[in-house]
């Protein structure tokens, strides 16, 4: 019984698949109307060269014809790509329409009814090199904190690679910022140029290293004299906790305007009203 059974599903099966086939053969000798991808091909002819707009690879193409020949043009079977050849740095306004003629005769037993894309640009850009100065700066997280010294940089060059549209854009110093420092004392950490880089240039090299020393801040009060000692102020300032205090004798009463040193910062100045010169 059950050997039966088979042979009768087998018997099904095959009609089925027969009928499918016949179906599929005669539908393919009618004529139908739809849609087709062509392909496109960008030959740049120089090392010193690239292409830098977007460009459709394929463009699609409404046509009218047998299964058979619409099948075939599915499948890339019987007709070439459209070239670009491109040997200078220019832009290039195309219009589809002047593929039509190509197109025709390529697919040449179907009708080409319009082309879905109606015009784009072929831009193609030197390939140029320029070196770019690096420059460190440190986010400091910490409210009683501060960085010394400008941040040493190994290298402190590089040289960046690409097309000159996005070359061009590029300045020739780049700062390289190194963010939620949380601990005091003296660092070294390596940072990736490429994640500063546009992903269409290329540094000479991926990793640089950057050292910084990270210290406390404190606030000081001091008393400065004027050049006769008939006044004095009081005054208060910020400062590393590893550097010594500010050498007031060397200033006047214009301190706000006489401090240079580098991370010494005058908070206020105040006239002490309870000093008394020698001479009263």
Known sequence: MTIKNNKKFKVVVLCIVVATT??????????????????????VRSNQLTLTSTVPKRIGINVYGTGWDILKASLGIGYEAYYFNLDTEEEIDIKSSTLMPFISKELAKLKINFI?????KIRTDSILTKKINLIG?????QE????????????????????RLYLDSLDQK????????????TQNLDLEIKNQLNPNLKSSIEIVKIKFTIDNKLEVYDLLYDEDSTSRQIIKYTKPASYSNLNTEQLNTSITEQVSPQFYTIISTQLDTSYKSKDE
């Open 22 to 43: 016949f179906w599929f053969f005669n539908a393919m000798n009618y004529r139908y109307t739809t849609n087709v991808r062509f392909p496109l091909k960008y030959n």
């Open 116 to 120: 879905h894309e109606k015009n784009w």
């Open 137 to 141: 700066t440190i986010d400091v997280q």
């Open 144 to 163: 009683n904190s501060l960085s010394l010294y400008p941040p040493i940089i190994e290298p402190d060059s590089i040289y960046v690679t690409g097309p």
């Open 174 to 185: 780049m700062v390289l910022k190194v963010n939620q420092i949380k601990k005091s004392g």
